[in-house]
RNA sequence: UCCGAAGUAGCUCAGGGGUAGAGCAGGCGGCUGUUAACCGCCGGGUCGGGGGUUCGAAGCCCUCCUUCGGAGCCA
């Protein structure tokens, strides 16, 4: 690997024409030309294209190997980097040596084929279907988005906080959880009422698996100021959407000494960020999203970024919504919960680009977001995205205690159950905000994939935990 | 979980009571500095599983499984 020189580096014409190099990657496709020479495509997931490798009859192996290369094979080429004769590209290594490093054994059977493949296919063959041209794009996107978070809080002096995955404490809130245990599940041990004893467990009370690292990440914003979570959250729904998964990466910064509005200026910001570097970094794989999946994309991207994002108050909102003249499946008045029809008629008709919504009625909303003067309100936002609808959710927490416990109890939670969280709001509290993001689901809007189980590896949800 | 649709060759699909088809892929041959090439020949199927109706079932009925889409929940 290390003497070897990647495609896209070729590709990019950073190798001159001339130089010998040594290309290493899996076949695409190879079509014999009797003039005495094989064409050989072979990728290595550097970048979208593949390279064309030029194989001469006079080969000491094109007979014994080169000829019976099928898609798929492992080959090291070595040669010299030439210009092309032929239409489709500009450069192509004529091939002094090709080595198969690893045959497929039964073609016949090998399920990648140079073809397009139906993505429920793929699913089945998850451990292959990175060798395809969409997953390969997919794959990349998601690198370049994920290093694209990062890089946004870095610059800007946050800390990524790696919260737990295991959490003891019941307390999150957010949906169904995992149960994490090493009891024996065929015989666990009892108490005398005939209940399990969870105290013989390994942590010696019930453990699950995390459904957001917010509450812990707001301990570390009210010492560090600025942080942020990015990592797997699992949620043990029965969910069988398109758009849900039972593991997925979330993001979710916490900054100290700010408001909702700060809170949605960050927003604005980081969507904007990463949105600007991918079309910057990944125009090959946007170009194929753009052809092949969603002609919108791109164009969808470059609109965000360049449009201001428009702030309404949830109550506007509704107002907007119920004078409308629009007939919703769902009817509009002060108090609901927006379905998406809502949402995506405000973004994509009303205002025509992205929306923060914010100060919704306390009651749809969680226990730790602030209330409002009004008594009534709560310092939430959403923020809405022509085509996708909701793609952020956040809100300014609720840093005083006495309101803060008042909340929980109002919502039939037990303030005993949040100490430590409580313990925020005795010990130097002061107002704080984030919000949540699921990564996966702001890939599906940058390439237009529509199931998220194709732009995760190796998906999981209900009845599918097979790679 | 509820509603709807679909499971036939390695893949994408046609066939809808009378004994299994095409394109692509694969093998062999031809042709060409080729471009997910083109032409010919060949191999390849418990028609998702089980049960039933019938002289006869891939097809009709029952049931189970799986997948997809929508809804709910949400990120």
Same mark, same amino acid.
């Not at 290493?24 to 390279?51: M, N, P, Q, Y």
């Not at 019930?206 to 509450?215: F, K, N, Y």
């Not at 306390?362 to 009004?374: E, P, Q, S, T, V």
């Given at each position: 690997m290390s003497a070897s020189t990647r495609i896209a580096e070729v590709l990019a014409g950073s190798v001159p024409v001339g130089t010998?190099?040594?290309?290493? /990657?899996?076949?695409?496709?190879?079509?014999?030309?009797?003039?005495?020479?094989?064409?050989? =495509?072979?990728?290595?997931?550097? &970048?979208?294209?593949?390279?064309?490798?030029?194989?001469?009859?006079?080969?000491?192996?094109?007979?014994?190997?080169?000829?019976?290369?099928?898609?798929? &094979?492992?080959?090291?080429?070595?040669? +010299?980097?030439?210009?092309?004769?032929?239409?489709?590209?500009?450069?192509?290594?004529? =091939?002094?040596?090709? +080595?198969?490093? /690893?045959?497929?054994?039964?073609?016949?059977?090998?399920?990648?084929?140079?073809?397009?493949?139906?993505?429920?296919?793929?699913? +089945?063959? =998850?451990?292959?279907?990175?060798r395809t041209n969409i997953v390969g794009a997919t794959t990349r996107v998601r690198h370049t988005l994920a290093q694209a978070v990062h890089r946004f809080f870095h610059e800007r002096g946050f800390f990524w906080i790696h919260t737990p995955i295991i959490t003891a404490s019941d307390?999150?809130?957010?949906?169904?959880?995992?149960?994490?245990?090493?009891?024996?599940?065929?015989?666990?041990?009892?108490?005398?009422?005939?209940?399990?004893?969870?105290?013989?467990?390994?942590?010696?009370? +019930? =453990?699950?698996?995390?459904?957001?690292?917010?509450?812990?990440?707001e301990s570390y914003c009210l010492a560090m100021s600025k942080v942020y979570t990015f990592g797997p959250t699992f949620r043990a729904e029965n969910s069988n959407t398109r758009r849900h998964l039972a593991e997925f990466w979330m993001i979710e910064p916490e900054i100290a000494f700010a408001d909702l509005a700060a809170d949605a200026q960050l927003a604005e910001d980081f969507l904007k960020f990463i949105f600007r570097v991918l079309l910057d970094e990944r125009k090959d794989d946007m170009a194929f999203f753009e052809k092949f999946v969603d002609p919108e994309c791109v164009k969808r991207l470059t609109a965000m970024i360049e449009t201001k994002f428009t702030r309404m108050d949830y109550g506007e909102a509704i107002k907007i919504l119920e004078k409308s003249g629009e007939k919703f499946e769902f009817p509009v008045k002060w108090g609901i919960d927006m379905q998406s029809e809502h949402e995506r008629y405000l973004t994509e008709k009303v205002v025509k680009g992205p929306i923060a919504v914010v100060n919704?009625?306390?009651?749809?909303?969680?226990?730790?977001?602030?209330?409002?003067?009004?008594?009534k309100t709560v310092a939430a936002m959403d923020v809405l995205a022509p085509g996708i609808g909701e793609i952020i959710g956040g809100s300014q927490r609720e840093e005083r205690l006495e309101v803060l416990d008042a909340r929980i109890t109002e919502m039939g939670l037990h303030p005993k159950d949040y100490w430590w969280y409580r313990d925020l709001r005795r010990y130097g509290t002061v107002p704080h905000a984030g919000f949540g993001l699921g990564f996966e689901r702001a890939i599906q809007y940058a390439t237009g994939i529509e199931n998220i189980r194709d732009v995760i590896p190796f998906p999981r949800a209900p009845r599918q935990a097979e790679f």
């Open positions: 010998k190099a040594t290309i290493e /990657g899996w076949v695409r496709t190879r079509r014999d030309s009797k003039a005495g020479l094989s064409f050989v =495509a072979i990728h290595d997931g550097s &970048c979208f294209d593949a390279l064309q490798v030029v194989a001469p009859a006079e080969l000491p192996n094109y007979q014994t190997d080169v000829v019976r290369i099928t898609t798929g &094979c492992a080959v090291r080429a070595i040669g +010299e980097i030439v210009a092309s004769q032929g239409k489709g590209q500009s450069v192509e290594l004529r =091939a002094d040596s090709i +080595e198969v490093v /690893g045959w497929v054994d039964d073609p016949d059977t090998y399920p990648m084929q140079p073809k397009r493949h139906t993505p429920e296919f793929l699913r +089945e063959v =998850a451990h292959l279907r990175s307390a999150e809130g957010a949906g169904q959880m995992f149960r994490v245990s090493t009891l024996d599940a065929a015989n666990p041990p009892r108490l005398p009422d005939g209940k399990v004893d969870w105290d013989k467990d390994f942590f010696g009370k +019930e =453990a699950r698996l995390t459904v957001s690292g917010q509450l812990n990440v919704y009625p306390k009651d749809i909303k969680a226990f730790y977001m602030r209330l409002n003067d009004d008594g």
